[in-house]
């Protein structure tokens, strides 16, 4: 059967068709017309859906030959050049009709066997894989091509890769998730395309259009999204929780389009669910943009701001007065964040479970003495490069977030075996400790974690002048605990 599909779907390109001019490649060969096949009216409903549904394989190696069923081919069915577009293919030669049966004994000492798999273990198997192979997969036969359009296989939508042309994979996809439930697809729940750099904002309103459950969208990296088509998406797709723009330098606020602020009802405000929003690298943010994400965006429970350079103390109050149920927060390598914005974020109080302020250099003992004053179920601290911290910060931190699991405190040297002291007496559930480059850290420091904290799990000592035998010592003590280190003696 696959060496026959190859076969069919070789150079000549006669199993091909298109749905609209817009799928070809600017510098694909005008398309060859589709075989006419007449059907009669004794033809099976699903013979005549598959006929007018194309099934669209979208990874087309960018080279001049088809591989087709894992054999190398001349020529392909579209001309491509130094990228990957988005093709259409009608569905096999072998759901069509032919005018001679076989005899039962023969078709079924020529099954293959994989074919003997009911149609439920297919789909278990399908589930599994990306969408461009799942596109591949419908090209092979008839019984595939009804499987793999299966309407559970598509609550996700997944591309990666920088030479794929997103925008026409994207069209072409939900015209044909749309063909049961017009211009809209229903199942469709998470659209992740990561890392494509080519995706624009027409891919994005064309999700808009016609995802109206869209849950989950990952755009990071794609660097040529700009406000208006994220403005589209959270406006039409109101069920919209998860959203990663983090890399996208041209986005630089998340609200509604105009035209849906005046539409909704004074019942439901203005407001987006989106509960996780990551804007790493989103350099363009400025106060302005994080006080309209705020008042928009008053469920948030995660937000990522990683080297948003421009944000401050003041954009960070804004935030805690409109999103009150916020458990996570990076302001990593903020640099005008200092201990006025800890204050604000102080105010989050017990809700707040993990913070990151790493790199911030205005940052001192003050800052954190608010935050383990107020947060006191605080589960994760990083707050490496924080030079202004000391023992006395840390013995705030200890005493007052008794529960705290995971610390970074990497390059901060006024840290010293003191304020280890206070952190091993009091947080006796710490898993992961990053001491990195604590210049004032000893092997003694060391010893008195390893014997109050039996959980620890990972350890951080890199360049640290730390003794072998301080080092054996955790090992004893923790036994599950990786010591990352920079001694060539201890192994």
């Not at 033809?43 to 979208?58: G, I, K, Q, W």
């Not at 990874?59 to 050049?81: E, H, L, W």
Request: with cysteine.
């Amino acid at each position: 059967m696959g060496a026959n599909n190859g076969k069919q779907y070789g150079s000549d390109g006669k199993g091909s068709s298109s749905i609209s001019s817009d799928v070809s490649s600017s510098t694909d060969h005008t398309p060859t017309k589709a075989r006419k096949n007449a059907a009669t009216s004794e033809d099976s409903d699903l013979s005549m859906r598959t006929l007018s549904t194309p099934s669209p394989a979208l990874i087309c190696p960018p080279s001049s030959q088809a591989f087709i069923n894992g054999k190398a081919s001349s020529t392909s069915s579209s001309s491509v050049t130094g990228e990957t577009v988005a093709m259409v293919h009608a569905p096999p030669i072998t759901c069509l009709p032919r005018p001679h049966v076989r005899p039962a004994a023969r078709m079924q000492k020529e099954q293959a066997p994989i074919d003997i798999l009911p149609d439920q273990a297919f789909l278990q198997i399908f589930s599994h894989l990306p969408t461009n192979q799942l596109c591949r997969c419908a090209r092979v036969c008839c019984r595939w091509y009804n499987l793999t359009w299966d309407p559970r296989l598509w609550r996700t939508i997944r591309l990666t890769g920088d030479t794929i042309h997103v925008d026409r994979a994207l069209r072409v996809l939900t015209r044909r998730l749309c063909q049961d439930t017009p211009n809209v697809c229903l199942m469709l729940e998470t659209v992740i395309v990561s890392g494509c750099r080519r995706l624009t904002d027409r891919g994005l309103h064309t999700i808009a259009q016609c995802c109206p459950e869209l849950r989950r969208l990952e755009v990071s990296g794609c660097h040529n999204i700009s406000n208006e088509a994220v403005f589209n998406i959270v406006s039409r797709c109101p069920n919209l929780e998860y959203l990663d723009v983090s890399g996208c330098y041209n986005v630089t606020c998340i609200s509604l389009t105009r035209e849906a602020s005046v539409k909704l009802s004074t019942l439901h405000g203005k407001q987006i669910s989106i509960r996780y929003l990551d804007m790493t690298d989103c350099f363009v943010l400025e106060d302005e943009g994080l006080h309209t994400i705020a008042a928009h965006c008053t469920q948030l429970t995660h937000l990522y701001l990683r080297r948003c350079v421009r944000i401050t103390d003041e954009g960070l109050r804004y935030l805690v007065i409109y999103c009150t149920s916020v458990k996570e927060l990076s302001v990593s390598d903020c640099r005008f964040v200092s201990d006025f914005g800890l204050r604000e974020i102080a105010k989050l109080e017990s809700r707040l479970r993990y913070l990151s302020i790493a790199h911030c250099g205005r940052i001192t003992d003050v800052g954190i003495r608010y935050v383990a004053k107020y947060c006191s179920k605080l589960r994760y601290l990083n707050a490496r490069g924080c030079e202004g911290i000391t023992d006395h910060g840390l013995e705030y931190l200890a005493k007052n977030c008794a529960k705290l699991k995971s610390l970074d405190i990497g390059k901060c040297p006024l840290v010293s075996d003191a304020g280890l002291e206070f952190l091993a007496l009091n947080c006796f559930n710490l898993k992961r400790l990053s001491l990195k480059s604590c210049e004032s850290i000893t092997g003694q420091g060391l010893q008195i974690v390893a014997a109050n904290c039996f959980d620890l799990q990972m350890m951080n000592v890199q360049d640290c002048d730390i003794s072998v035998e301080a080092l054996r010592f955790v090992k004893r003590h923790c036994k599950r605990c990786v010591i990352e280190h920079t001694n060539p003696a201890f192994f």
